[in-house]
């Protein structure tokens, strides 16, 4: 959390009652002096991000400038080469299933199992990794779907639903790992525009249930309505960051104005 | 076999049928496999008898070259070099083994390596087939899984990462069953060879289909007849694979839906 940008009230109110108390909340994700390079190009360079818990951070910027390569690196869909990558205190290996499953990842592409009737893309994780029964994990699918309003479609495919349902089904199967982080990867930028509401209403239930997110996303209006904290990358930097209010009416860096521009000029 | 008599009748059909065309000519002696005569019936029996062996090698090194296929694929996948090349070596190396040499060699060879290192395993005929086959077949297979383990979204593993499946669990439950129906036909290709690979176990002294059939041709003197009976019997093998696999693909296809 910057505590040197001036939150407005709404935001306090939503904080984690320890960060309220002045006492430093509890860090979700510690990320010091990340580096990565894909051969010869430098993706991420010098990267320190800080997420407490209960925080809503939003990452946005140009495409190609790594904020992808953030988020999968925090679930270790990436390797990092230098800095230290720290998720619930605990420094990260290189296995990803060594989180266990407590770090949610929604994709872009939702990569849910076409295989699988929805039910069984939500049990799957629950029972083989957390080990929980077959009727444990059924009834907390079915309270996941509920949540993300699709409870009677728990026995189609994948493929027999839209894009939208599609990407909501892959936020039930993420929470149904009860994560303590959600990290979302562009999830509305495969969606057709008039789909884009019924995830992103979701995701604003979610953020106001307190639950820790990393969303990239070039939805500024949702970014404005759930962050507590925004980043701006660039060329694998990261440029600016602060409170929405500020960021998005007084962004202090050129290169963060001119993207603000570009995206917010239409 | 209890089906003999049925099968009996068949032949006979099929062969008056060809004895009719051929009758004329003295280039053919159908005698020899003619099951109206008792002679050419026993005949008959013993080449058809052979086909338990053939179709016994062939099952049992097909089920051990795709289990040592799977096997072998699983390092040609890694994200690491050093283990990639394990793959790699072995399936050049392997896939350089003319059937025939290889199959000297382990006859021939291999119980000499065991008796210097103090083991006494003796390869008969029988198994000695059966480990070429599937040791051949297994640098086939393994490059067949792996194409279609890697033709598999690169998203569908991560996925099951995130949700906390270890690597064998994501390849169970997640890659593996999606790919199984891009590997079965090129595996059917496989199995398909190795029956007609396994005809080379005769030249180790194996009872198997072509074993038989070279045994009676220098009792009979009629290797037209008996060879042409023996392509038959492949046919008739393979007709009967090649049936099953695609009953086998359109039941799993009924039930993906993506």
Not at chain 1, 141 to 150: D, F, P, T
Not at chain 1, 175 to 182: A, G, I, S, T
Not at chain 1, 237 to 244: C, D, F, L, S, W
């Given at each position: 959390m910057n505590l040197s940008a001036f939150p407005d009230k709404a935001q306090v109110d939503i904080w984690p009652i320890g960060q309220c108390g002045g006492v430093m909340a509890e860090i979700a994700i510690e990320m010091i002096d990340v580096n990565k390079w894909f051969g010869d190009f430098h993706v991420l360079k010098d990267i320190n991000l800080k997420v407490s818990l209960g925080e809503r951070v939003v990452i946005c910027g140009p495409s190609g400038s790594g904020k992808s390569t953030v988020v999968r690196c925090i679930n270790r869909l990436e390797r990092h080469q230098k800095g230290v990558i720290k998720v619930n205190g605990s420094e990260v290996t290189?296995?990803?299933?060594?989180?266990?499953?407590?770090?949610?990842?929604?994709?872009?592409?939702?990569?849910?199992?076409?295989?699988?009737?929805?039910?069984?893309?939500?049990?799957?994780?629950?029972?083989?990794s957390r080990g929980l029964s077959r009727i444990e994990?059924?009834?907390?699918?079915?309270?996941?779907?509920?949540?993300?309003?699709?409870?009677?479609?728990?026995?189609?495919?994948?493929?027999?639903?839209?894009?939208g349902q599609q990407q909501r089904v892959a936020?039930?199967?993420?929470?149904?790992?009860?994560?303590?982080?959600?990290?979302?990867?562009?999830?509305?930028?495969?969606?057709?525009?008039?789909?884009?509401?019924?995830?992103?209403?979701?995701?604003?239930?979610?953020?106001?249930?307190?639950?820790?997110?990393?969303?990239?996303?070039?939805?500024?209006?949702?970014?404005?309505?759930?962050?507590?904290?925004?980043?701006?990358?660039?060329?694998?930097?990261?440029?600016?960051?602060?409170?929405?209010?500020?960021?998005?009416?007084?962004?202090?860096?050129?290169?963060?104005?001119?993207?603000?521009?570009?995206?917010?000029?239409? | 076999m209890s089906m003999l008599p049925s099968s009996r009748n068949l032949v006979l059909m099929?062969?008056?049928?060809?004895?009719?065309?051929?009758?004329?000519?003295?280039?053919?002696?159908?005698?020899?496999?003619?099951?109206?005569?008792?002679?050419?019936?026993?005949?008959?029996?013993?080449?058809?008898?052979?086909?338990?062996?053939?179709?016994l090698i062939s099952v049992i090194a097909a089920l051990m070259s795709m289990s040592f296929g799977l096997i072998v694929?699983?390092?040609?996948?890694?994200?690491?070099?050093?283990?990639?090349?394990?793959?790699?070596?072995?399936?050049?190396?392997?896939?350089a083994i003319p059937l025939l040499p290889m199959l000297f060699w382990v006859f021939y060879g291999l119980p000499i390596i065991f008796k210097s290192m103090g083991l006494d395993i003796p390869i008969d005929p029988f198994w000695g087939a059966i480990i070429t086959l599937a040791v051949s077949d297994s640098a086939f297979t393994a490059e067949i899984y792996r194409a279609g383990i890697q033709s598999i979204a690169r998203g569908q593993t991560e996925a099951a990462q995130t949700v906390g499946l270890n690597y064998l669990q994501t390849m169970r439950y997640v890659i593996l069953p999606q790919a199984i129906r891009r590997i079965l036909?090129?595996?059917?290709?496989?199995?398909?060879?190795?029956?007609?690979?396994?005809?080379?176990?005769?030249?180790?002294?194996?009872?198997?289909?072509?074993?038989?059939?070279?045994?009676?041709?220098?009792?009979?003197?009629?290797?037209?007849?008996?060879?042409s009976l023996l392509i038959l019997e492949y046919l008739v093998l393979v007709l009967v694979i090649s049936a099953a696999v695609r009953w086998l693909e359109r039941r799993m296809g009924s039930d993906e839906r993506n």
């Amino acid at each position: 959390m910057n505590l040197s940008a001036f939150p407005d009230k709404a935001q306090v109110d939503i904080w984690p009652i320890g960060q309220c108390g002045g006492v430093m909340a509890e860090i979700a994700i510690e990320m010091i002096d990340v580096n990565k390079w894909f051969g010869d190009f430098h993706v991420l360079k010098d990267i320190n991000l800080k997420v407490s818990l209960g925080e809503r951070v939003v990452i946005c910027g140009p495409s190609g400038s790594g904020k992808s390569t953030v988020v999968r690196c925090i679930n270790r869909l990436e390797r990092h080469q230098k800095g230290v990558i720290k998720v619930n205190g605990s420094e990260v290996t290189d296995q990803p299933e060594d989180l266990g499953g407590d770090v949610g990842m929604v994709f872009q592409q939702f990569n849910l199992f076409p295989h699988l009737s929805v039910l069984e893309n939500l049990v799957l994780g629950p029972m083989k990794s957390r080990g929980l029964s077959r009727i444990e994990a059924e009834d907390r699918a079915a309270e996941y779907l509920e949540r993300v309003k699709i409870p009677e479609q728990a026995d189609k495919r994948p493929g027999q639903l839209s894009g939208g349902q599609q990407q909501r089904v892959a936020i039930a199967r993420s929470l149904c790992m009860e994560p303590k982080v959600m990290l979302f990867d562009e999830p509305t930028s495969a969606l057709d525009p008039e789909m884009i509401s019924e995830v992103l209403d979701v995701m604003v239930e979610l953020a106001e249930e307190g639950m820790t997110m990393v969303v990239v996303t070039h939805e500024m209006g949702f970014a404005r309505k759930i962050a507590d904290q925004m980043v701006f990358m660039d060329e694998g930097e990261i440029v600016e960051t602060g409170a929405p209010a500020a960021f998005f009416e007084a962004p202090k860096s050129k290169r963060c104005r001119k993207f603000l521009s570009q995206i917010l000029s239409h | 076999m209890s089906m003999l008599p049925s099968s009996r009748n068949l032949v006979l059909m099929v062969a008056v049928l060809g004895l009719a065309g051929c009758a004329s000519s003295s280039t053919w002696g159908w005698y020899v496999i003619n099951p109206a005569t008792d002679t050419g019936w026993t005949n008959i029996r013993f080449l058809i008898n052979g086909m338990g062996a053939t179709i016994l090698i062939s099952v049992i090194a097909a089920l051990m070259s795709m289990s040592f296929g799977l096997i072998v694929a699983l390092p040609g996948l890694s994200s690491r070099w050093y283990i990639r090349a394990i793959n790699r070596v072995y399936v050049e190396f392997i896939r350089a083994i003319p059937l025939l040499p290889m199959l000297f060699w382990v006859f021939y060879g291999l119980p000499i390596i065991f008796k210097s290192m103090g083991l006494d395993i003796p390869i008969d005929p029988f198994w000695g087939a059966i480990i070429t086959l599937a040791v051949s077949d297994s640098a086939f297979t393994a490059e067949i899984y792996r194409a279609g383990i890697q033709s598999i979204a690169r998203g569908q593993t991560e996925a099951a990462q995130t949700v906390g499946l270890n690597y064998l669990q994501t390849m169970r439950y997640v890659i593996l069953p999606q790919a199984i129906r891009r590997i079965l036909p090129p595996l059917a290709n496989q199995f398909i060879y190795i029956v007609k690979m396994s005809a080379f176990a005769s030249v180790i002294g194996m009872q198997e289909l072509t074993r038989r059939a070279n045994e009676l041709v220098v009792t009979e003197y009629r290797p037209l007849e008996i060879y042409s009976l023996l392509i038959l019997e492949y046919l008739v093998l393979v007709l009967v694979i090649s049936a099953a696999v695609r009953w086998l693909e359109r039941r799993m296809g009924s039930d993906e839906r993506n």
